[in-house]
């Protein structure tokens, strides 16, 4: 299950509330930022409502900016519906109606790419179920079709082989969570904060007996029940007017029947008897502390205020927790704070992750002691009208998306949904922006002051793993993240639609890719510029020819390093006043980087861009280098590589590079870029400066911008900021990507963890390619192999066999050589069929069985009519357009691959695979517990080398293999 950490709704309002700046050093002095009211006067979403006779509620809210409509629909059942003993059903259902529907059999996938759907899922959580994508406006009457037959055709095509398949790819989506560092913790906290029999008492994916022991006919009569129009919303928005929404919903969908009223829920919110103190095992870096409460919900007047007080506390860069434990006493590496809303009650979170070395009981004792003073003292003004701007900001950014996980679909269903309100996010800014300091210490003090859940995580080894089977195991979800996908009533009067076939699919325009405009600043810094009228926002990256490549093989994770301490302080400002300044500007700069490129962004609202232009600038130009800060962001550095050292995909993706790459080129080391313990350790203050100086030097940047702004304002502001810029010294030369590369071997690198619920594949080899060649027609055969859902992979080892949550193969381009990588996180006891299962398809697809026809069409069209809804928001725009610099494209580039894609044949996909790939040379990296998975991978015909694992004879097929150590090559 994918573990977000948690989906706050943001909301707006046009009650004005002026933040006033304290004085900061003198060049910024003129950064005063504008009142929220002026950022959200124009922030709107209209929308219109209208109801079927069947019950069913549909808004419609028209955006023509892109010929896309988000289709969303969301059910008012959720775990939070299921009575004991059936727990899990909901869950299961969401996976069920993807599977096929009576007029619609196989996988919804399948017609969903053909129509070239985007920001594509469906998720379960405590209150609700949802379905949503992201469609080209002539493919709209599929994208119905598809819903409404799942929604009033679906039972007929539920089978047990359905149920059981589903319930394996169940069981392994929770062994991908358990499999997490930290990853039990979810379970205990529902267990002890609600009674057993509290509709939030019990996990979101269930019990895996409790759907075991269920028959054909139970899952049937749940279905009957809950699942009906009258329980359901449906939101378009996009290209599309009410007139059009009217006619197209009452076709498709007028003539289900009314399913039966669902039963309202009134829980009460539970209260501990006494505080609890728990303590926890876990293959964990360091010991992580929790404090939780389950409060009101998030229709409670005392909702807004706690989200306020926790946001103040732990949420915010310059929170109470990050100052106090993080800068001042350093006794954590990393805390947060803040709550989940759900309608019957919400759930708060805070944690410290303490700094190794420290006394965890010590370091509890004071996080207590600090969360005791704020209850106590609460909030100032200045604290709450930072997060007044902070989620004013965020807003006004997830508007410029229709659809998807945050778009203005998600803002209207919520609010009718959980509010019975379309426009609730309105009245939650509202609620917001009168908060008072006051309000926010009465809220906390009445809800947090009673009994804590107290769980601390400390290093150690689990219990032996309660291993699952299909349909076998423990209750599995968390209270912090949805369940995702991919992861008698009357009748109605309206005639029923032909659904004999799919409705046709009409012209799809191309994708209109907007004018890249280009400028010149005067130290020969390039501009590349967008326009785009979404929101009134713009959005900058100054990016570097740096990236972890260019790290020394005796400084690796330098760059990394640069990144994370350059908005710790600069020659005027310190770190607090860095973040409380973004926080006042509804500003957001991010620092980071990949292989190829460092990049410093910047998300700003239009009324601020100027103040937070200069703060962008003072950041990249004067960074202070403090030593202070310095060994701060060492320890986190180091703590991120402890955790590495934990996490299964971590693992893998660290080792596999160096194999392939060989240590010694620029490519040759592990993915995430922190480097080892030992490099990080030995890094300087000159080291930071030098790699500062002379690769985040103005001769190595480059400015991608995009916004609702005109390119010569700003590239007026840009000159005014950067065009001086000389930099102090010369920069870097050229990054040396010369070193010989190993020739690939087929081998097998195993690293023991003990207790693993899963193994995690991982397989690669080097391509005969550089990033600026042409991998089109590569990337298509790729997509049919492995490449996305339906691929061939996927398809075997998730829906057919049930011994994956997902797999994915990825084309990996960079500057230099390209990485083709394997990735499949499989249940242990199937880990050598599973390696063998990929091997074979491999050699199928570049053997006998290469591309059909069917697969071409689908991945032509996939890719062509998924263009207009590709570039929707202006972050796809900007990546696109650094894409296409870094790689030689020209800045059409977009507008040019539908025709491609149109000419391609079975036979063009056929031989670019076989012209890269070589089945005999790929290296797999597996990590997982070798005591369960040793024999299965002996069995394969393969040289197996095990690490970490102390054996009397590990030269299994190879005389090559060795028994390495963990403390072995690397």
Known sequence: MSRLSRSLLLALTTTALTVTAPALAKHHESAEPAPVSELVAAVDIPYEEFTLDNGLKVLV???????????????????????????????????????????????????????????????????????????????????????????????????????????????????????????????????????????????????LEDLEAASLDDMKSWFTDHYGPNNSILVLAGDIDVATARSKVNKWFGAIPSGKPIPQLDPAIPTLDAPIYEVMKDKVATTRIYRNWVVPGLNDPDYT????????????????????????????????????????????NIQADVKPGEDADIVAKRLDEIIADFIANGPT????????????????????????????????????????????????????????????????????SRPVLGITVVPGEREEYQEVGAGKGARTGVLTAPAFYMQDGQAGTVTAPDRSQLPPVGEIPNVDFPDIETATLSNGIKVYFAHRDAVPMTRVTLSFNAGTSADSSDKLGLQNFVTGILEEGTTSLTSVEIAEQQERLGANISIGGGRDRTDVGLSAVNPNLDASLDLMADIVKNPAFKTDDIERIRVQLLTAIDREESDPLSIASNTLPPLLFGADHPYGRGLSGNGTKETVSAITRNDLAAFHQQWMHPAKATIFAAGKIDKEQLVDKLELRFGKWKGSGKAAPAK??????PEGEGRVIVIHRPN????????????????????????????????????????????TKGWSYGTRNTVLRGEDRVLYTMRAPVQTNQTGPAVAAIDAQVRDFMGENGVTAAELERTVNGNVRQLPGQFERTTSILGQMQGDVMFGRPSDYAETVADRYKALTEDDL??????????????????????????????????????????????????SSSNDSAEGDE
């Open 381 to 448: 003004e200045d604290e709450v009208q930072r997060v007044a701007t902070r989620n004013a900001a965020a807003r006004i950014a997830g508007l410029e998306q229709v659809g998807g996980f945050s778009g203005k679909a998600v803002a209207l269903a919520q609010g009718k949904l959980y509010s019975d309100d379309p426009e609730f996010y309105k009245k939650e800014l509202g609620r917001l922006a009168a908060t008072t300091p006051a309000a926010v210490k009465a809220a906390m003090q009445k809800w947090l």
């Open 61 to 207: 809210h028209t955006d023509r900016k892109a010929p896309v409509v988000a289709v969303s629909i969301w059910y008012g059942v959720g775990s939070a519906n299921e009575p004991e003993g059936k727990t899990g059903y909901a869950h299961l259902f969401e996976h069920i109606m993807f599977n096929g529907s009576e007029n619609a059999p196989g996988d919804f996938f399948e017609p969903l790419r053909q129509i070239g759907a985007t920001d594509l899922n469906g998720t379960t959580w405590l209150d609700r179920t949802n379905y949503f994508q992201t469609v080209p406006t002539s493919a709209l009457d599929v994208a119905l079709f598809l819903e409404s037959d799942r929604m009033g055709y679906l039972l007929g095509a539920v089978t047990q082989e359905k149920l059981d398949n589903q319930i394996g790819v169940v069981s392994n989506e929770k062994r991908q969570g358990d499999n997490q560092p930290y990853g039990l913790v979810g379970y205990r906290q529902t267990e002890l904060l609600f009674p057993a029999d509290h509709p939030y008492g019990h996990d979101t994916i269930g019990s």
């Open 910 to 959: 056929n031989n670019a695979m076989a012209e890269a790939v070589d089945p005999d040379k790929f290296t797999w990296v597996i990590v997982g517990d070798v005591d369960k998975i040793k024999a299965q991978l002996d069995a394969l015909d393969m040289p197996i080398e095990y690490r970490g694992y102390e054996v009397n004879d590990t030269a299994v097929n190879s005389e």
């Open 305 to 348: 205020p706690l989200d306020v007080g926790l946001t103040v506390l732990g949420g915010l860069a310059s929170s109470r927790l990050d100052n106090i434990m993080v800068r001042d006493e350093k006794n954590a590496v990393s805390v947060s704070a803040y709550v989940i809303p759900f309608v019957h009650s919400s759930f708060v």
């Open 736 to 741: 040396n990507f010369d070193a010989a590369i």
């Open 756 to 799: 693993s619920p899963q193994s995690m594949i991982l397989a690669g080899q080097v391509l005969p390619y550089k990033g600026s060649d042409d991998l089109l027609t590569l990337s298509a055969a790729n997509e049919v192999l492995g490449g996305n859902f339906l691929s061939r992979i996927n398809m075997d080892l998730r829906e």
